[in-house]
């Protein structure tokens, strides 16, 4: 069963906006992934955060887990038409055996 | 160096029909798991195959099986269609050798039809 929760589903902002999306869940992890998807088709590994890290950059991407909270956030700084698409966090079991549990996903819209 | 790769990339079936995937890994990869994804939402867990053995299972009845060959590559196989089994089928691969299993790379995924 899926076990992310995004939050908001939906996103539209401008071009150059930072966009954030908030993902719970509700059993323990050993680690935490944000994917892309472009229009249906195949996921993008973005970023992993691991249970005993905080906080983590990759680019424009900034993930943050709180574990005590369940939760992790996404931020994408100075968007860019190309960042339209679909944004699925994914947890990991405690046991790092890559059985990732996916929530709904954000749909980000970015206007240029 | 090729990435996941799949076949058929979109297929039409009727109910009650059987269906194969076919999946093959990035090269040097040795673990294959295969995800569905209902449209709007996000993908589930099937069941992931490393040394040609079902390793892990998801929630979903036998009609659904798999197999992974000595190269590595593997098939998820449907039996007895369902109108629910329309979905984006991914297929995700990994080394579970070398300490990083968390490193996945997903397929394009083949999308399939039941009507």
């Known amino acids: 069963s899926q076990q992310g929760e995004e939050d908001p589903q939906a996103l539209s902002i401008q071009e150059g906006e930072n966009a954030t999306m908030n993902c719970s869940y509700k059993?323990?992890?050993?680690?935490l992934q944000w994917y892309r998807q472009n229009s249906g088709r195949g996921l993008v590994h973005l970023i992993l955060?691991?249970?005993?890290?905080r906080e983590k950059h990759s680019g424009r991407l900034r993930v943050t887990l709180d574990t005590s909270k369940k939760s992790s956030s996404l931020l994408i700084t100075a968007s860019r038409a190309a960042d339209t698409a679909s944004y699925f966090c994914a947890t990991d079991t405690m046991y790092g055996n890559n059985r990732l549990a996916f929530g709904k996903g954000n749909q980000v819209v970015v206007i240029p | 160096d090729a990435g996941v790769t799949q076949s058929p990339t979109h297929l039409i079936k009727t109910r009650g029909q059987q269906v194969t995937l076919r999946c093959s890994p990035k090269s040097g990869h040795d673990t294959v798991s295969w995800y569905q994804q209902a449209l709007g939402q996000g993908p589930q867990f099937i069941f992931q195959y490393y040394e040609e053995e079902e390793r892990q299972r998801g929630n979903f009845p036998d009609r659904f099986s798999g197999h992974q060959f000595p190269n590595y590559s593997s098939e998820l196989n449907v039996n007895a269609l369902l109108l629910g089994d329309s979905a984006l089928y991914l297929c995700?691969?990994?080394?579970?050798?070398?300490?990083?299993?968390?490193?996945?790379?997903f397929g394009p995924g083949t999308r399939l039809t039941v009507t």
């Open positions: 955060i691991r249970s005993n890290e």
């Open positions: 059993t323990s992890i050993n680690n």
């Open positions: 995700a691969s990994s080394h579970y050798r070398t300490g990083k299993p968390y490193e996945q790379y």
